[in-house]
């Protein structure tokens, strides 16, 4: 009987021994439960406001320290509260911007939202306006090889149009602000099939300043030779989850490269944004974002990083 004893104590072990693993079985689950109840509870409502300072050679003088604020990504449906993207609306409405451009994905799926949606981007204020194109929601369409038509966008359009945005689709707005001018061009979403880059450059003089909204940063590679001082896009939502040691585990290739922030490219600057909503509860290391840029001439100030 002893020796059974004793031979039972030497396979488990100490009793100390066996305390401290089932301890740290506990600290581990416990790291996990909270890390888990942040990733989807705390961040994705968590917004972060970013500042940018970003300047050129050629942005007009006249146009110095012009302030843009760019939102993106607001997938309205059932799992992305209203009440997140009024934050986002109070967030940039507080920055008093010149203007405010929305780079697409409205709604997660479906009309439903649309009304809603748009009733509280409506409530953005900008001494200049507001400008949106549509992204791959927008147009029901979820992957880069669908092609579906469908009459959302134009749904999603016009309720926007109600509300006194201006939606740029395959267009561009020559905007006069203290006696200068430039361009904001905008592009449906490049998956949708109904992007034309040529047709919304084709009234943009050749060395005219000029910003791009496009919701997917890949659109840049069809811009052929044109320069654009900034390009703002979305769709990668930053990678929503961004690991330690690992990045962004749910992008690939080069979207995992330019998951989000600012970006040097032949054609000029690109900003992509993490956005404000999710196609899916979780976001960690990743939080949503109201991005504040202010247009710089180089000339006056030669500052091209961002404060923060
Ligand atoms: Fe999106």
């Not at 942005?59 to 009440?83: E, I, Q």
């Not at 949106?132 to 134009?154: E, M, P, Q, Y």
């Not at 995992?256 to 944004?273: D, E, I, K, S």
């Amino acid at each position: 009987m002893a020796d059974d004893k004793e031979h039972s104590n030497r396979e488990n072990g100490p009793p100390w021994r066996r305390l401290r693993g089932r301890l740290g079985l506990a600290r581990w689950l416990g790291r996990t439960w909270a890390h888990w109840t942040y990733a989807r509870h705390v961040e994705p409502m968590w917004l972060e406001v970013t500042q940018w300072r970003v300047c050129a050679p050629d942005w007009p003088r006249a146009l110095h320290a012009l302030k843009l604020v760019h939102l993106t990504d607001f997938h309205g449906g059932r799992r992305v509260p209203l009440s997140l993207l009024l934050e986002a609306v109070e967030l940039t409405n507080a920055q008093q911007p010149h203007l405010v451009v929305l780079t697409g994905d409205f709604v997660h799926a479906g009309r439903r939202y649309v009304e809603q949606v748009a009733d509280v981007l409506g409530r953005l204020r900008a001494q200049i306006g507001v400008a949106a194109v549509l992204g791959n929601h927008d147009f029901a369409v979820r992957t880069r090889l669908a092609r579906r038509k469908s009459g959302l966008s134009n749904r999603i359009e016009l309720a926007l149009r109600e509300r006194g945005v201006q939606v740029l689709r395959n267009q561009a707005w020559r905007i006069e602000h203290q006696g200068a001018s430039f361009y904001l061009v905008g592009v449906d979403d490049l998956w949708s099939g109904a992007c034309n880059v040529q047709q919304a450059f084709r009234e943009v003089p050749e060395e005219a300043p000029c910003l791009l909204l496009a919701h997917h940063p890949n659109t840049l590679e069809h811009l052929s030779n044109r320069r654009v001082f900034l390009t703002l896009s979305g769709h990668t939502h930053g990678g929503q989850v961004n690991w330690p040691g690992i990045g962004p585990v749910f992008l690939r290739g080069k979207m995992r490269r330019m998951a989000a922030g600012l970006f040097r490219h032949r054609h000029g600057l690109l900003y992509v944004n993490r956005g404000v909503g999710y196609g899916w509860r979780l976001r960690y290391r990743v939080r949503p974002e109201v991005a504040v840029f202010t247009l710089l001439n180089s000339e006056i100030s030669s500052s091209q990083l961002p404060y923060r």
